[in-house]
């Protein structure tokens, strides 16, 4: 089956200047994750869907793909439908979504998200990694709750699955799983994510995933590596960004 991963990349962040233009490592940080995505070889194309002729610019210099989207989608979901509809990407099966902000997304989740649609487990695939409490009672945590088979049974912000009694915490905490922003989908189900309205879920929690969910459709959740950097949305982050990067990727001169 052959994989289309898009990487949406909006320039208008909030807590985040500039975001996708911002340097990592002395590169954008969109390319950083482009680059990223590239050398898993999941995927046979890696786009970048943006509203941005820099971030366009960025991308094209390297030797990359990137194409122009509306300015006015509601979501990156939505800005990566429009690009799998476009006919130079009409022979892709699968299509991966990976967030323009995760420069070192694990390999793992992509690979596991992916290989929950093309086994045929379910339409639409993602990830999710072993949490502690901090992340059990962090708003900024998305947890997900699985049945046996690995289905999601719920996504949310709040602390799930919630422990009544304290002798059961030690369980609660061997089930707490924080989901990762990495979607695959077949052609299929990402048409009718987008075609479905806005659940009264999805905005009370302000989770998207919780929209086909709500509608029946089955979403895998694959098992991922705990990531030590997470997505970039603040100053904070990209400081500890590029920390990391220099620690791990950084060439150093012989003493």
């Given at each position: 089956m052959r994989v289309l991963a898009i990487i949406p990349a909006r320039r208008?962040?909030?807590?985040?200047?500039?975001?996708?233009?911002?340097?990592?490592?002395?590169?954008?940080?969109i390319l950083r994750v482009w680059q990223?995505?590239?050398?898993?070889?999941?995927?046979?194309?890696?786009?970048?869907?943006?509203?941005d002729v820099e971030i366009l610019s960025v991308i094209e210099s390297a030797g990359g793909t990137a194409v122009m989207t509306d300015p006015d989608h509601p979501?990156?979901?939505d800005r990566i439908a429009q690009v799998a509809e476009l006919h130079d990407f009409s022979n892709a099966d699968v299509i991966l979504n990976v967030q323009g902000d995760e420069p070192f997304?694990?390999?793992l989740a992509v690979r596991g998200a992916v290989g929950i649609v093309t086994s045929g487990r379910a339409s639409i695939g993602t990830a999710a990694m072993p949490a502690g409490r901090d992340a059990l009672h962090s708003p900024?945590?998305?947890?997900?709750?699985?049945?046996?088979?690995?289905?999601a049974l719920y996504f949310s912000r709040a602390p799930i699955p919630f422990a009544r009694d304290i002798a059961d915490a030690p369980l609660?905490?061997?089930?707490?799983r924080q989901h990762l922003g990495i979607y695959a989908y077949t052609r299929d189900a990402l048409r009718a994510w987008v075609q479905l309205p806005v659940h009264p879920l999805e905005q009370i929690e302000r989770l998207e995933q919780l929209r086909p969910l709500a509608a029946g459709m089955h979403i895998g959740v694959a098992p991922a590596s705990p990531v030590q950097v997470g997505g970039?949305?603040?100053?904070?982050?990209?400081?500890r960004a590029n920390a990391h990067w220099h620690s791990v990727y950084a060439v150093?001169?012989?003493?």
């Open positions: 208008a962040a909030t807590r985040l200047r500039d975001k996708p233009l911002r340097l990592l490592g002395g590169a954008p940080l990223r995505v590239s050398s898993f070889h999941v995927a046979h194309r890696v786009v970048v869907a943006t509203d979501s990156g979901t997304v694990d390999e900024d945590c998305v947890k997900v709750v699985c049945g046996d088979d690995g289905r609660q905490e061997a089930r707490v970039i949305d603040t100053e904070a982050d990209l400081l150093r001169s012989p003493a």
